[in-house]
């Protein structure tokens, strides 16, 4: 190897993840307290109808989940046994599913006492879980469940099994999923059948495992790039087929530009559009391609030449921490924030959160505080 080309190394801690996660929690907390803001573009709001920077957040997270994932499976494996490996994992992940219920509650309740006997179980049941509980961490823990069966197999398997769960998803949509989330109370991110379309992205980020196993891989980031850009096309030209179709338009959009002159009450219905509300196919699989792409650039610029932000790296060891603290801070400081106030001072509304957010985790990493399920 050349004396130009970077080292790429691997090891049992890989900086570009932390990096990688790092990066996605920051994202996640300014998409969270700016979008949506009269003078911030429109990129970093969630629009349900194209894929706009915000929505690349989610798939991010997955992304992280499925090759930290895959990373402890196999090691916990060779050291403590499969089924070891396999009761950690169910744990973890059905004490993520609880702690998203604490956080996110359910949809609904009872109004009066009189309410209570006369409600139809099923569909109260149904309405119950169908929006309330069923955001990220929760989407986290279900997913992460259902692609456990496969997290110790090739590659090969994994990804005929995120295929499957693509179809599967498409099926069941088109059988009535997709209009039964899209009506009130609307689902979250794909709503309970979400976790079907997340496993895309999550089963993305295993396959990073399968080009870490020896020390040098200088290829691995062409790979990376030209997967990530070939799946990133693949999902952009399914979804843009469709928006022609239905707009009777001969031009097409790109998915980071706000489509302003696009026929929305038309485009939301199409199951193709990329929509993080609806948990589309399109979506998901566009999200696992900008993933592949982004990290690509993380593994060649942490891994390769050596350059680390130490912020990250706080941010990636307590993410969990993070995405619970950020919403209360928020929840503070949203409120002297008013949604047409000027771009300068949203961003001084977010150095706000962040520095308190700061404070939280920089008193969990001084005491060694580490919150892990």
Not at 49 to 74: H, K, N
Not at 254 to 283: C, I
Request: glycine share 10%.
């Amino acid at each position: 190897m050349g004396s130009n080309t970077p080292m790429i190394t691997s090891s049992p801690r890989l900086a570009s993840l932390d990096q990688f996660r790092g990066y996605t929690v920051l994202a996640m907390v300014f998409v969270n307290f700016a979008g949506g803001y009269e003078h911030i573009p429109k990129m970093f709001g969630h629009h349900h109808v194209y894929c706009s920077f915000a929505d690349t957040v989610m798939p991010g997270f997955l992304f992280c989940v499925g090759t930290a994932m895959r990373l402890t499976f196999m090691r916990r494996s060779a050291t403590d046994g499969k089924r070891a490996a396999y009761v950690k994992a169910i744990k973890r992940n059905l004490g993520l599913i609880f702690v998203g219920c604490v956080v996110y509650h359910f949809t609904g309740g009872f109004r009066t006492w009189a309410v209570v006997g006369k409600e139809d179980l099923g569909p109260f049941l149904r309405n119950t879980i169908k929006r309330g509980p069923f955001e990220a961490l929760t989407h986290i823990g279900v997913t992460s469940l259902f692609v456990l069966p496969v997290i110790g197999r090739g590659a090969l398997v994994r990804v005929a099994y995120a295929v499957a769960a693509g179809a599967a998803h498409v099926w069941a949509s088109r059988a009535g999923y997709y209009e039964w989330n899209l009506t009130e109370p609307v689902g979250i991110d794909g709503g309970p059948l979400g976790f079907l379309t997340w496993s895309i992205p999550l089963i993305a980020g295993t396959l990073v495992t399968d080009l870490l196993d020896s020390p040098e891989h200088p290829w691995e980031i062409y790979l990376l790039l030209v997967l990530g850009v070939g799946v990133m096309l693949s999902a952009f030209v399914a979804s843009n087929l469709h928006l022609l179709r239905l707009c009777e338009r001969t031009d097409v959009t790109f998915p980071f530009v706000h489509p302003e002159d696009l026929d929305f009450a038309n485009t939301h219905k199409d199951y193709w559009t990329m929509s993080q509300r609806a948990g589309s196919v399109t979506y998901t699989t566009f999200g696992a391609g900008f993933s592949f792409t982004l990290f690509a650039l993380f593994r060649l610029v942490v891994d390769g030449f050596g350059i680390r932000w130490s912020y990250l790296d706080l941010l990636g060891r307590h993410a969990l921490v993070a995405y619970v603290a950020h919403d209360v801070i928020m929840d503070t400081v949203k409120p002297f924030v008013p949604k047409d106030a000027l771009a300068w001072f949203v961003l001084l509304g977010f150095a706000v959160v962040m520095a308190a957010l700061t404070l939280i985790l920089r008193y969990f990493d001084r005491n060694k505080f580490m919150v892990r399920l």
